[in-house]
């Protein structure tokens, strides 16, 4: 039985020469063929607004859940304190390596639940309905940030970014001596007391956890508009997360300047 050569359309009707059934391929074309895999694997889909949406409500939703199970259960700082660190070090993961682990970010969305848990019962203890308030106005923030950014009102620039990156580093060292000069100076440096510099302060906070979220807003709809893989979703709600838990932490703290404790 005769063998047919993929290469040749047909056999020739005299001599048996081969005629070729298109133009004659180069050495490079031919090469390329050879060289070509047999089989090449679907590219991965891209991420879509849907997709940060669903997984943004898996994420805030286990924070939000352990929260109120160590609020009911009356968890104590001995958990809170050890989740809280291994939260942070989660955190610390996923920004540094900029993972898109659903377990990493699950994980710190659980563990940072049960800190937020435990400091909103305590708060609420000392100020009663505070937390409500706090959540109202973290929700307020957020919906007034996207409103902000999707009437095109303010959209981030490339400086405005590294005005936003350099201002929160600048206050994390400023809260970190402020922490340490509280060992000296009943206070520190006022930033977290109930006076004008501390409400100045957390003011500023406030502001910075939503310029955070603008950053946020634009990076998503940048990834989505670049065609970034699916899984990248759980990176940019995990961003999310950390923009309203800052938020929320910042609001409460400046409400509790202006509540009574009964």
Request: proline content about 5%; overall charge neutral.
């Amino acid at each position: 039985m005769e063998s047919r050569n993929p290469i040749f359309s047909q056999r020739g009707a005299a001599g048996g020469q081969p005629a070729w059934g298109g133009p004659t391929p180069s050495v490079q074309q031919l090469n390329e063929m050879y060289t070509a895999p047999s089989y090449a694997p679907p590219a991965e889909r891209a991420m879509t607004i849907d997709d940060v949406v669903v997984r943004g409500f898996m994420t805030l939703g286990t924070l939000v859940l352990s929260a109120a199970v160590a609020w009911y259960l009356g968890l104590g700082w001995s958990v809170a304190a050890p989740a809280m660190i291994v939260g942070l070090i989660l955190g610390l993961i996923v920004s540094f390596r900029q993972s898109t682990n659903p377990a990493l970010i699950l994980g710190y969305a659980l563990c940072y639940g049960v800190a937020i848990g435990v400091l909103s019962r305590t708060y609420d203890y000392v100020f009663h309905g505070i937390v409500l308030q706090a959540v109202l106005g973290t929700m307020l923030a957020f919906g007034g940030t996207l409103a902000v950014y999707t009437l095109k009102i303010f959209r981030p620039t490339p400086k405005f970014t590294k005005f936003v990156i350099g201002a929160a580093m600048a206050a994390v060292g400023l809260m970190l001596v402020n922490w340490i000069a509280g060992f000296f100076v009943t206070g520190g440096l006022g930033l977290r007391a109930d006076n004008p510099i501390g409400w100045i302060f957390s003011i500023a906070m406030i502001l910075l956890g939503c310029f955070f979220l603008l950053l946020d807003f634009d990076e998503i709809e940048s990834g989505v508009r670049a065609g970034v893989p699916a899984r990248y979703s759980w990176l940019m709600a995990f961003g999310l997360t950390l923009s309203l838990v800052w938020l929320y932490l910042e609001i409460l703290r400046f409400i509790s300047y202006f509540t009574d404790n009964d």
